[in-house]
């Protein structure tokens, strides 16, 4: 079973927005790439123990682990989005989102922090954002020396078994 290191309650308000014109976001880095997420996707941050192996799943699917009684797949991220991927280990962190009726969990490199950032900083796709990227990323926040880019669940998790995932 994997061990919760937070759990996100998305219902409270006051913990994922600290103004009407923020938005609040879990970074996490990815081959020393910062990347955000809606922190209202987010349901708990974990170091995955033990993935079970999910026979003939797409190569961004790692496995499934039990979460509290529920099974969640377990998808590399990395891999998602064109990268080589790397050996899992005990530093391998994840963060876990729901996506319908189901929970996945996103292996990533390494946990960052909850940022609230102001939406009109908010920019759309640069011409020179990888092209792979592009098509699960919402847009980009320019930050002091730093790129945090905002990846978009529902394209990340739209899958396909016919396609890649």
Not at 27 to 45: E, H, K, R, S, W
Request: charged residues 25%; hydrophobic residues 45%; negative net charge.
């Amino acid at each position: 079973m994997s061990q919760a290191l937070v759990e996100f309650d998305a219902s409270n308000e006051l913990s994922t927005q600290s103004g009407d014109d923020l938005d609040a976001f879990v970074t996490f880095i990815v081959a020393d790439q910062m990347f955000g997420i809606p922190i209202l996707n987010v349901q708990d941050i974990l170091s995955p123990d033990r993935i079970a192996p999910v026979p003939l799943a797409p190569k961004e699917v790692k496995g499934s682990i039990n979460l509290r009684g529920r099974i969640v797949t377990v998808i590399d991220v990395r891999v998602r989005l064109g990268m080589d991927p790397v050996e899992f280990d005990t530093d391998t962190m994840g963060v876990t989102v729901e996506h319908g009726p189901d929970l996945y969990t996103l292996l990533v490199d390494q946990i960052g922090d909850v940022v609230s950032l102001d939406h009109e900083l908010f920019e759309r796709n640069p011409a020179t954002l990888d092209a792979e990227w592009r098509e699960f990323c919402a847009g980009v926040y320019r930050l002091d020396g730093q790129l945090m880019v905002v990846l978009d669940i529902e394209r990340l998790l739209d899958i396909s078994y016919e396609g890649s995932l």
